[in-house]
């Protein structure tokens, strides 16, 4: 994260904390499909499609490789910035938070809802980023 004169510039890379709910989310899923089913054909099959999602959802959603995901936010006073995967940036006029904590912040623009995690930037660049948007929103 850096500061420009007016402005915040945010770098997201991979959350660790997403990767891991999405982990133990799949593992919990692959618990139920085992221990409920009593048709060994079904747990089977559901265990497959279960790791067929996980193989399709972790390198494309989680680690950040889809040409849609965010990559980097620059925010400013009179805009924010979104930047893409492969993709030029989008601006957008107005921005607000819809969400924040200490361990994450939603940013609505547009259409566009972005997700930023705690652990997605550097360290205690979320509280920056919070207070940024209180001031400016």
């Known amino acids: 994260?850096?500061?420009?004169?007016?402005?915040?510039?945010?770098?997201i890379k991979a959350s660790k904390n997403y990767l891991t709910i999405s982990i133990v989310v799949y593992l919990l899923s692959l618990f139920s499909a085992w221990h409920y089913f009593y048709n060994i054909w079904l747990s089977l099959g559901i265990s497959l499609a279960l790791s067929v999602w996980l193989a399709n959802f972790l390198p494309k959603n989680?680690?950040?490789?889809?040409?849609?995901?965010?990559?980097k936010i620059t925010l400013n006073k009179k805009q924010i910035s979104i930047e893409k995967n492969n993709?030029?940036?989008?601006?957008?006029?107005?921005?607000?938070?819809?969400?924040?904590?200490?361990?994450?912040?939603?940013?609505?623009?547009?259409?566009?809802?972005?997700?930023?995690?705690?652990?997605?930037?550097?360290?205690?660049?979320?509280?920056?980023?919070?207070?940024?948007?209180?001031?400016?929103?």
């Open 1 to 11: 994260m850096t500061n420009e004169s007016d402005g915040l510039v945010v770098q």
């Open 62 to 71: 989680v680690l950040l490789t889809r040409p849609d995901s965010v990559t």
């Open 87 to 137: 993709q030029p940036a989008e601006q957008y006029p107005w921005f607000y938070p819809t969400y924040q904590s200490r361990f994450l912040v939603i940013i609505e623009a547009g259409k566009e809802s972005v997700v930023v995690f705690k652990d997605a930037i550097d360290s205690q660049s979320l509280s920056q980023l919070n207070r940024y948007l209180n001031a400016n929103t």
